[in-house]
């Protein structure tokens, strides 16, 4: 079946984007489901991208992202470099604080973990390293979403904000209000907005142009800590990676326009 529009190039594409987190082996009765293609022509494009290494196939017809195709990841511009200045930093908050590090990037309309250190008897929480997050209720979301063109914040809010728990924002104008600290301050603190019972506190990192390109964050259990304590230590581990990107404390973060102050009636 020709699907008019769509070059072989982008079907291949939509296979291999199936693979996420908790999806990393898949059936062709996955992909076909997944992708919503004809199940002759996702066989064809999966062996096309067996024959080339970018998926595995196993004895019992299961696919997994290929060696070939991790390789070619490993060689994003951003995700190792930042990964590889920010692992110092990471590994001193977390052998401080024993609680969740993490370093997050934003993509599309989520914040992805590229990286996290955690303690055995940490909180549990329902991110993992290339998992998302979203932007308006987690700590790296919030700091990312801040530093982000106006477009996105318009974007999260037009397709409507989950409320997770009670605590939760999803009123347009407190998201502004608390996006609006964030940039001023550099910091986000949130309390159980994600997941019950999880707080975290946030901070931006600034590359050598003064653009935010990532957030790092500290996951705490709710009233274990004083979140107050842990905003010097982030903020010092952030500012320490930024440096070390090339930022320097004469080049501001660079502001984006938020858009029309948020009413009050």
Same mark, same amino acid.
């Given at each position: 079946?020709?699907?008019?529009?769509?070059t072989?190039s982008?079907?291949?594409?939509?296979?291999? /984007?199936? /693979?996420?987190?908790?999806?990393?082996?898949?059936?062709?009765?996955?992909?076909?489901?997944?992708?919503?293609?004809?199940?002759?022509?996702?066989?064809?494009?999966?062996?096309?991208?067996v024959?080339? &290494?970018?998926?595995?196939?196993?004895?019992?017809?299961?696919?997994?992202?290929g060696?070939?195709?991790?390789q070619?990841?490993?060689?994003a511009?951003?995700?190792?470099?930042?990964?590889?200045?920010?692992?110092?930093?990471?590994?001193?908050?977390?052998?401080?604080?024993?609680q969740?590090v993490?370093?997050?990037?934003?993509?599309g309309?989520?914040?992805?973990?590229?990286?996290?250190?955690?303690?055995?008897?940490?909180v549990?929480?329902i991110?993992?390293?290339?998992?998302?997050?979203?932007?308006?209720?987690? &700590?790296?979301?919030?700091?990312?979403?801040?530093?982000?063109d106006?477009?996105?914040?318009?974007?999260?809010?037009?397709?409507?904000?989950?409320?997770?728990?009670?605590?939760?924002?999803?009123?347009?104008?407190?998201?502004?209000?608390?996006?609006?600290?964030?940039?001023?301050? &550099?910091?986000?603190?949130?309390?159980?907005?994600?997941?019950?019972?999880?707080?975290?506190?946030?901070?931006?990192?600034?590359?050598?142009?003064?653009?935010?390109?990532?957030?790092?964050?500290?996951?705490?259990?709710s009233?274990?800590?004083?979140?107050?304590?842990?905003?010097?230590?982030?903020?010092?581990s952030?500012?320490?990676?930024?440096?070390?990107?090339?930022w320097?404390?004469?080049?501001?973060?660079?502001?984006?326009?938020?858009?029309?102050?948020a009413?009050?009636?």
């Amino acid at each position: 079946m020709n699907e008019p529009g769509r070059t072989v190039s982008s079907r291949l594409l939509d296979v291999l /984007f199936t /693979f996420r987190p908790g999806h990393s082996r898949l059936t062709l009765a996955d992909l076909t489901r997944r992708t919503g293609m004809p199940h002759a022509t996702v066989r064809r494009l999966a062996l096309h991208l067996v024959e080339a &290494g970018a998926l595995d196939r196993a004895p019992d017809g299961g696919f997994t992202v290929g060696v070939r195709m991790w390789q070619l990841g490993a060689l994003a511009p951003l995700g190792v470099p930042l990964r590889t200045v920010a692992l110092p930093f990471m590994d001193d908050l977390h052998t401080a604080l024993r609680q969740h590090v993490q370093l997050a990037v934003l993509e599309g309309a989520e914040a992805v973990i590229v990286e996290r250190l955690s303690a055995a008897d940490a909180v549990g929480v329902i991110s993992r390293v290339g998992g998302s997050l979203p932007l308006h209720s987690s &700590g790296v979301g919030k700091v990312l979403l801040a530093h982000a063109d106006a477009g996105l914040l318009d974007q999260v809010i037009d397709q409507g904000m989950t409320r997770y728990t009670p605590r939760t924002i999803t009123e347009p104008a407190r998201l502004k209000d608390a996006l609006g600290e964030c940039r001023r301050t &550099g910091v986000a603190v949130v309390r159980e907005e994600t997941t019950p019972g999880v707080d975290s506190v946030a901070t931006r990192i600034i590359d050598a142009d003064g653009e935010v390109v990532a957030a790092l964050s500290v996951v705490v259990r709710s009233g274990s800590v004083d979140l107050r304590t842990m905003i010097p230590a982030v903020v010092t581990s952030g500012l320490g990676v930024s440096r070390r990107l090339g930022w320097h404390p004469p080049v501001r973060s660079r502001q984006h326009s938020p858009g029309p102050p948020a009413s009050r009636s």
